[in-house]
């Protein structure tokens, strides 16, 4: 029977995987939505929402792969329960990542946003620059992008933590787990990032209770989901000053609404989930791999665990 492999997202994108598969993987026909062709061919689809009929139509496929690193997206009542769900695990998403939150920590630590307003005011004043080696950071989440991120940071000399579901070791980082392990993460953090990805047990994570448990006038950067943050306690934790400043990339819904009051906020600063982006020549090199993977029978990298939902 023919195979074929179809991609679903951007088609600009899309166009630059075809090269790649035409190159690496000639055997394979590469399609782009909504150029389907035979849905009885596709043994293979990559897409950031699939199609909502894949069981129907697409009934010989093999393995679903997600052009993110997250998965949240997925509808999973309508994927079949037997199919392998892959996420995107390539080294451009990383490097992304690790330079959005740098950039983010940095600013934070060298009071960049008060500068900036300060430019704005025409005010010259100087506040004291503080070492790294006197700004505790902490990453929710010590997954792929989590652990890269903490290696950048700790190369400035800023003391690191993380938390994670299971217990993890990573050298020269303080690693917590579990809820046990959550009150003493918080209380060693200065700046907070978020690396989390969503799932039901980390939906509305970054709330009062938890903005309580850090140390007054900590900062926020939110790299996750906009569903990790119950907006309303962040506006409260800015106005009584326990939290002194947040970064946010990601928001709910996006685009964030017009007139809502991240937009105008002197303490928030927000870009467009735009910290990272999977690049289309590395994330095709991935996909091909994890493929001669699949034909080999080898372990899939980025297979999605459903029962933990990540
Ligand atoms: P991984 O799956 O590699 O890592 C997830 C980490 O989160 C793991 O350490 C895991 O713990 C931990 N975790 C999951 N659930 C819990 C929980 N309930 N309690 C404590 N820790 C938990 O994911 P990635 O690092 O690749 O990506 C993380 C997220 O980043 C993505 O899901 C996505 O939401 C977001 N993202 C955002 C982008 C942007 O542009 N803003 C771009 C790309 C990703 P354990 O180690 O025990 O499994
Ligand atoms: C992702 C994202 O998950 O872009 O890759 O947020």
Same mark, same amino acid.
Not at 78 to 94: A, H, K
Not at 230 to 242: M, N, S, T, W
């Given at each position: 029977?023919?195979?074929?492999?179809?991609?679903?997202?951007?088609?600009?994108?899309?166009?630059?995987?075809? %090269?790649?598969?035409?190159?690496?993987?000639? %055997?394979?026909?590469?399609r782009i939505w909504p150029d389907t062709g035979d849905t009885l061919d596709v043994r293979y689809l990559a897409a950031? %929402?699939?199609? $909502?009929?894949?069981?129907?139509?697409?009934?010989?496929?093999?393995?679903?792969?997600?052009?993110?690193?997250?998965?949240?997206?997925?509808?999973?009542?309508? +994927?079949?329960?037997?199919? $392998?769900?892959?996420?995107?695990?390539?080294?451009?998403?990383?490097?992304?990542?690790?330079?959005?939150?740098?950039?983010?920590?940095?600013?934070?630590?060298?009071?960049?946003?008060?500068?900036?307003?300060?430019?704005?005011?025409?005010?010259?004043?100087?506040?004291?620059?503080?070492?790294?080696?006197?700004?505790?950071?902490?990453?929710?989440?010590?997954?792929?992008?989590?652990?890269?991120?903490?290696?950048?940071?700790?190369?400035?000399?800023? $003391?690191s933590a993380g938390w994670s579901r299971s217990p993890q070791q990573i050298d020269g980082v303080e690693c917590h787990?579990?809820?046990?392990?959550?009150?003493?993460?918080?209380?060693?953090?200065?700046?907070? +990032?978020?690396?989390?990805?969503?799932?039901?047990?980390?939906?509305?994570?970054?709330?009062?209770?938890?903005?309580?448990?850090?140390?007054?006038?900590?900062?926020?950067?939110?790299?996750?989901?906009?569903?990790?943050?119950?907006?309303?306690?962040?506006?409260?934790?800015?106005?009584?000053?326990?939290?002194?400043?947040?970064?946010?990339?990601?928001? %709910?819904?996006?685009?964030?609404?017009?007139?809502?009051?991240?937009?105008?906020?002197?303490?928030?600063?927000?870009? $467009?989930? +735009?910290?990272?982006?999977?690049?289309?020549?590395?994330?095709?090199?991935?996909?091909?791999?994890?493929?001669?993977?699949?034909?080999?029978?080898?372990?899939l990298i980025g297979l999605v665990d459903r029962t933990r939902g990540y």
């Amino acid at each position: 029977m023919a195979m074929s492999f179809l991609y679903k997202s951007d088609p600009v994108r899309g166009a630059l995987w075809a %090269e790649r598969f035409a190159q690496h993987m000639p %055997e394979l026909p590469f399609r782009i939505w909504p150029d389907t062709g035979d849905t009885l061919d596709v043994r293979y689809l990559a897409a950031w %929402e699939p199609p $909502p009929d894949l069981a129907t139509h697409y009934p010989n496929l093999e393995v679903l792969f997600s052009t993110g690193a997250g998965i949240d997206q997925f509808d999973f009542s309508s +994927i079949p329960e037997n199919l $392998p769900v892959v996420r995107m695990v390539e080294s451009g998403i990383v490097n992304g990542m690790v330079e959005y939150v740098t950039l983010a920590v940095l600013s934070l630590h060298r009071d960049w946003h008060t500068y900036r307003q300060q430019q704005q005011e025409g005010r010259w004043q100087t506040h004291r620059v503080y070492p790294a080696s006197s700004r505790r950071v902490g990453v929710l989440g010590l997954g792929v992008l989590g652990r890269a991120v903490l290696e950048r940071l700790g190369s400035f000399g800023f $003391p690191s933590a993380g938390w994670s579901r299971s217990p993890q070791q990573i050298d020269g980082v303080e690693c917590h787990a579990g809820p046990d392990g959550l009150q003493a993460f918080l209380e060693r953090t200065d700046i907070l +990032i978020c690396l989390l990805p969503l799932t039901d047990s980390t939906c509305g994570i970054l709330s009062q209770s938890l903005f309580d448990q850090l140390p007054r006038g900590a900062c926020l950067i939110n790299v996750g989901r906009g569903a990790h943050l119950v907006q309303d306690d962040l506006l409260k934790a800015l106005e009584a000053g326990q939290l002194s400043r947040a970064v946010l990339d990601v928001c %709910e819904p996006e685009p964030l609404p017009p007139g809502h009051a991240f937009w105008t906020h002197p303490q928030v600063a927000l870009t $467009p989930h +735009i910290a990272s982006m999977t690049q289309p020549e590395t994330a095709a090199d991935a996909v091909l791999d994890n493929l001669r993977r699949h034909q080999q029978g080898l372990p899939l990298i980025g297979l999605v665990d459903r029962t933990r939902g990540y």
